[in-house]
């Protein structure tokens, strides 16, 4: 049975930074994609990083340069820092994995960045 349990979010001022953790059980990080999806009443659901098995990474355009997926193998949990947050950026927080032909999502983490 696949698990992800995320953790991290939390209440931060514009400018701030937080870091988010994804632990799997059930699944091996370092042979599947991993990403990070986030949620609000406004936009929907949308994908903000994504690291492939091969280590390769993608960001939603509006978080280039602030955020940064990554991922521990050992630990077989992944990551997203999440640098010069802006309050658009709030919104509950989705770690997501994928394998054969299945998606596996987590309960979600609040993050609210306040002015």
């Known amino acids: 049975q696949v698990q992800l349990v995320e953790s991290g979010g939390g209440l931060v001022q514009a400018g701030g930074s937080l870091r988010l953790s994804c632990t799997a059980s059930g699944i091996s990080f370092n042979i599947v994609p991993m990403g990070w999806y986030r949620q609000d009443p406004r936009n929907g659901r949308e994908l903000v990083a994504i690291i492939t098995a091969g280590s390769s990474t993608n960001y939603a355009d509006s978080v280039k340069g602030r955020f940064t997926i990554s991922r521990d193998t050992a630990k077989n949990t992944g990551y997203l820092q999440m640098n010069s947050l802006k309050i658009e950026d709030t919104a509950v927080y989705y770690c997501?994995?994928?394998?054969?032909?299945?998606?596996?999502w987590g309960q979600g983490t609040q993050v609210t960045v306040s002015s």
């Open positions: 997501w994995t994928y394998r054969a032909g299945q998606g596996y």
